[in-house]
């Protein structure tokens, strides 16, 4: 049986009693389009199967599949603060969550969209968001920082990783999409360059959300510079099905967990 693959941050491995991954979709048992750590509850894949996949990530931090909470993800800019927890797949309407809870993993499935994850180690904080554009947008990572300050943490000692998601080498985007991130405050032009056809773009995702990050003056913020539609065999992309003419999908899991 082969273990569930992820990729970590090298700022966040450091801190003691902390758990996090961006997993790939490798060493699941999904198949065919969702094949194979296919993470998500709300697709078309045996529900089964996800649920062993969502298990094998877990083990990865040497937690039980229900310490891992969701949610359902709209791309707005609500967080939910986690306390006692829910039950699988009953998870609110947010793109992000915080908690102070130990033995508690906080999960974001993403198929282009950049997974986002916080630590604030000194108050024991951690945080973790789903920002697709719309979300970025509409500040859901500043309301995630925002969030953890109200549990106590610092934005002075908060240290986040962007996972892998669409590069801006894969990423044409139209004008409506780049008048919404201009609109959304000054500086945000260099995030854009010139696409392969007119009147189009090339959009760096997860260079807008670290822009947006940096001025909020954090301790850290690190991405991993992982292309999820370049890198097929080892990423699910929504890009690429909608690409290849659509069809059912698979969706990777990015967690973070306090563990000690």
Not at 34 to 50: T, Y
Not at 194 to 199: F, K, L, S, T, V
Request: glycine fraction near 14%; include cysteine.
């Amino acid at each position: 049986m082969k273990d569930a693959e992820y990729l970590i941050d090298s700022g966040l491995a450091g801190l003691p009693g902390l758990a996090h991954g961006f997993f790939t979709r490798r060493g699941g048992v999904s198949e065919g389009p969702w094949a194979a750590l296919n993470c998500s509850l709300s697709g078309q894949d045996d529900i089964e199967k996800v649920r062993e996949n969502r298990r094998r990530a877990m083990a990865a931090f040497g937690l039980d599949r229900p310490a891992l909470h969701g949610l359902k993800q709209v791309h707005g800019p609500e967080v939910a603060v986690v306390e006692e927890g829910w039950a699988e797949g009953q998870g609110p309407a947010a793109d992000a969550m915080v908690t102070r809870r130990p033995g508690l993993a906080l999960g974001i499935v993403t198929a282009d969209c950049a997974p986002v994850l916080f630590a604030e180690p000194a108050a024991g904080v951690i945080g973790a968001a789903h920002a697709g554009w719309r979300g970025a947008v509409g500040g859901v990572l500043e309301a995630t920082v925002a969030a953890m300050e109200a549990l106590g943490a610092r934005r002075d000692r908060l240290l986040v990783a962007i996972g892998p998601c669409i590069g801006r080498e894969s990423y044409e985007v139209g004008p409506d999409l780049r008048e919404a991130v201009l609109a959304s405050g000054p500086g945000h032009d260099r995030c854009f360059v010139p696409g392969r056809r007119e009147a189009r773009w090339q959009f760096d995702l997860p260079g807008y959300c670290a822009t947006r990050l940096a001025a909020l003056g954090l301790a850290g913020i690190a991405a991993l510079g992982r292309d999820t539609l370049a890198e097929e065999a080892r990423f699910f992309s929504h890009r690429r099905r909608t690409l290849a003419g659509g069809g059912p999908i698979g969706h990777q899991l990015s967690a973070i967990a306090m563990t000690g």
